[in-house]
């Protein structure tokens, strides 16, 4: 039971932490290349926060186990 809640806080803080790098990232790319705002969260986070389900799909496909 310790191991399991030291596990999930350690991965509570961790989602945490990456949540404010991809933000910061997000901020720092909208300066960059002149994005506004609504489009830097539309388009960058939207798809970083996909990228889990695109990899399973792509796994899957590449597979041959899509069924």
Known sequence: MLLAGALFIGSAAAVWLAGIWLSDTTDALER?????????????????????????????????DLG
């Open 32 to 64: 960059r290349f002149g994005f506004g705002e609504a489009i830097g969260g539309l388009l960058i986070l939207a798809i970083t926060t996909n990228l889990p389900e695109i990899a399973i799909t792509t796994g899957a496909a590449v597979s041959g």
